[in-house]
């Protein structure tokens, strides 16, 4: 058998299946898109479930893929053993309802003997328990004799991983050689030494888990196949391990060459370098991706990883931020299938770099209180390590929880991680409701009847609309009308008030029943969906049941509708000028005034600004029209909609186009066409957070006025120097700051000849004093 290189491997398997007729897709991201099941895609068919269980098309029936994967579930086994590992690339052809297993095993077999030229007397398959079907196609079609066919339960041949498209399974195994065993009399494919390796797994995919172990027949039989690259090729490259395989190892003597060793001289030291190989190339291909470290799901698996990586550098004795030299390696090996790695490069290795940094600022701080807690608790004499002191220790100088495992781990203690949980949920719940809305907190749906029923709103069309008064909450309680000069909540069937949401400010405006007049000042939504109004009644009175006229300000929701279409435009801008990295990370639409979060290292410089501004307003110029469609996921994904897929979307979104510039999900109001902004101007620019900038713009109104208070300032200027016209002020500003750098140079000059003038006359002033 030839050995060939992970890269060769990676081509020689999507063109022999390119042959086969199956289409060649690039590798998704790792940021799973409208899967909540998921945090990170960890196999060739998680992004692919859609078209597994029919709920979409996909591009053709047969597809082949080399899929970029993250599974975290063993990381405190990474680097403690050789084959470990968190990051790893999988192979993948797929059927959706075309061909089934025989000519999935025919063409795995073709695969691995006629076109790897693996011998096929190392091969051994392996089959579901009662799957008679895949048994007779190795033994009939293949030729394998019987008795080299193992037939495995559950745990070992039936593919399933948390909801989607699962079923039984043919793996693949390769004999290693006694050498590599447990020399067991019974060790067999299946067992779990190192010598019967799995290296290829084929599903036959033919029921869908609802997630809680219901399982449905699929209308279609897929393929799912699954062979991991790295496995592949340790098994061509005749090596120990993944870290021994030819791109791999390069990454591994990098970070050997910066800790002044070498690999396979100690092993602990080489823990310490699997460790930092196998989670930079994690952590690479996760920020290519877009993710940024945090303190939450995926972002909060980026830090576990970058920092666990820097502690483990600083173990081996590496002096100083030595990541971005790392990915680097890493990028260097993977720009050839993922180009992406090096049109990112620069933000790749500043999100690394600036974790690595803000790591090492408390790292030092943080182990000195480590030591001291693990010292009492040693004391202790209970090899348990507080989880009170383990959240100290995350709270204080961010040390994931499981570094401090593995630290004190190493002093033979565990972290009583049931406690450190409780903490985290105690303060995951104070900053969720710290970020509640007001809906949540103080108008609490408590007060509301719970059969009010959700509002309809209508807002997007209309400005104003009849509707019926359902309920009313005042001083906490529900009522059925309230006077002149009350406050309250009052809940509608149907309104055009936008409630606050999605960085959109509310509507506000009128209640109209005959007399009665009730001023809505600020609006929220519910929990149920009930949109509050909140107020106060000007004129006459309000009643439950009655039927209302319900006007909001126009002007205002114009000028809120300018902001936030232009936030739109700004965003796109940003990631023209900057990148694809550009994030939303927040956002707050007003009237004519925006305020945009985005992930982004450095300060922008004025040269950006000023491109950003003018793209913004050209598209304003442009008069591009804004249209709005209701749409699938999946539909809006292939129209290129921005938006973070997966997070907080339901079946159907709503997607908002501006020409051909923008295309966002969206679900706040806009103008229908973007000459209507106005104009836009750029007010500030700062950073708000590691890796997040803010811009602040005025739009409209809001920009014309700031445009003319710029007038009149000038203006003021030219009045106070007298001169004819504000467009002198500039030359003559100038003239004048030239002068006076004359004036006060000829001022110093004076004084000094002054200073020597009295110093001389001192001088010659002087009397000897006995001697002196
Ligand atoms: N889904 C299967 C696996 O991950 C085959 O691709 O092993």
Request: net charge negative.
């Amino acid at each position: 058998m030839e050995k060939y290189g992970l890269n060769e491997l990676r081509e020689r398997f999507l063109s022999f299946f390119e042959s086969k007729g199956h289409l060649r897709l690039s590798s998704f991201s790792l940021v799973p898109q409208g899967d909540k099941s998921l945090l990170l895609i960890n196999s060739g068919m998680a992004p692919m479930k859609p078209w597994f269980t029919g709920e979409a098309e996909p591009p053709r029936r047969r597809v082949c893929t080399c899929q970029k994967c993250i599974r975290t579930g063993d990381i405190e086994n990474v680097g403690k053993t050789a084959r470990h590992g968190t990051y790893f690339e999988m192979l993948g052809n797929f059927s959706f309802g075309d061909y089934f297993k025989e000519d999935a095993i025919a063409w795995c077999w073709e695969f691995l003997t006629d076109n790897l030229g693996m011998d096929p007397q190392l091969l051994y398959p392996s089959v579901y328990i009662d799957d008679d079907e895949a048994f007779a196609i190795w033994r009939d079609k293949v030729g394998i004799a019987p008795e080299r066919i193992t037939r495995l339960g559950k745990a070992d041949n039936f593919w399933e991983h948390g909801a989607g498209p699962c079923g039984p399974c043919s793996e693949v195994y390769y004999d290693r050689g006694p050498g590599s065993g447990c020399g067991k009399p019974d060790c067999a494919p299946g067992c779990d030494c190192d010598r019967y390796i799995e290296i290829w797994n084929n599903v036959f995919t033919q029921f869908n888990n609802d997630g809680n172990n219901n399982y449905t027949e699929l209308t279609n039989k897929n393929i799912d196949t699954g062979m991991g690259l790295e496995r592949l090729a340790v098994v061509c490259q005749g090596v120990g391990s993944l870290f021994e395989t030819d791109t791999i190892r390069e990454t591994v003597d990098k970070a050997s060459e910066l800790a002044g060793t070498v690999y396979g001289s100690d092993e602990k030291a080489d823990a310490s370098l699997r460790i930092i190989t196998d989670h930079m190339r994690s952590a690479v291909m996760m920020a290519c991706d877009g993710v940024l470290p945090s303190n939450e799901g995926r972002g909060y698996v980026l830090r576990r990883l970058i920092r666990r990586a820097a502690r483990h550098g600083r173990l081996l004795g590496v002096e100083g931020l030595f990541l971005g030299e790392i990915a680097q390696t890493v990028i260097k090996a993977n720009e050839g299938a993922y180009p992406e790695t090096r049109e990112r490069e620069r933000h790749i290795k500043t999100v690394v770099a600036a974790e690595e940094e803000s790591f090492a600022k408390t790292i030092g701080a943080g182990m000195g209180m480590l030591a001291e807690l693990a010292a009492r608790a040693r004391a202790d004499g209970a090899g348990v390590f507080s989880g009170a002191d383990a959240f100290k220790l995350y709270d204080t100088y961010g040390f994931p929880l499981d570094l401090t495992a593995e630290i004190v781990g190493e002093q033979g203690m565990a972290v009583d991680t049931g406690e450190y949980e409780k903490l985290m949920d105690v303060q995951r719940a104070r900053a969720r409701s710290a970020r509640a809305s007001k809906g949540d907190l103080a108008w609490a749906d408590a007060d509301l009847p719970a059969d009010v029923a959700p509002t309809l709103f209508t807002g997007y069309g209309k400005h104003s609309d009849d509707a019926r008064v359902l309920a009313i909450v005042s001083q906490g309680e529900a009522c059925s009308y309230i006077n002149v000069g009350g406050e309250g909540v009052v809940v509608l069937d149907r309104t055009p008030f936008y409630a606050e949401m999605g960085g959109q400010t509310f509507d506000t405006g009128e209640l109209r029943s005959g007399g009665g007049a009730f001023e809505v000042r600020d609006v929220q939504k519910d929990k149920g969906g009930r949109y509050l109004h909140h107020g106060v009644v000007v004129s006459g009175e309000l009643r439950a049941g009655l039927a209302v006229t319900a006007s909001i300000d126009t002007q205002r929701r114009r000028a809120v509708m300018r902001a936030h279409s232009a936030t739109h435009l700004l965003q796109k801008a940003l990631r023209v000028v900057l990148g694809e990295h550009v994030n939303q990370a927040g956002s707050l639409v007003e009237p004519d005034r925006l305020r945009f979060d985005f992930s982004h290292f450095s300060a922008m410089t004025p040269e950006e600004l000023s491109r950003v501004e003018a793209m913004v307003n050209d598209a304003i110029l442009d008069g591009l029209d804004i249209g709005t469609e209701e749409m699938t996921p999946a539909e809006a994904r292939e129209k290129g909609a921005t938006a973070l897929f997966g997070e907080k979307y339901g079946d159907t979104v709503r997607v908002v186009s501006m020409g051909d510039f923008s295309v966002e999900l969206c679900g706040g109001t806009h103008l229908d066409n973007t000459a209507k902004a106005g104009q836009f101007h750029i007010t500030g620019e700062f950073s708000v957070a590691s890796g997040v900038r803010r811009i602040e713009a005025v739009t409209g109104k809001a920009a014309l006025s700031a445009a003319a208070g710029e007038r009149e300032v000038l203006a003021g200027v030219a009045s106070a120097l007298k001169l004819g016209g504000a467009d002198e002020a500039e030359r003559r500003a100038a003239q004048i700051a030239a002068e006076l750098r004359e004036l006060r140079r000829e001022v110093e000059s004076y004084a000094a000849r002054e200073a020597g003038g009295e110093g001389a006359r001192i001088l010659a002033g002087a009397r000897d004093v006995r001697g002196i």
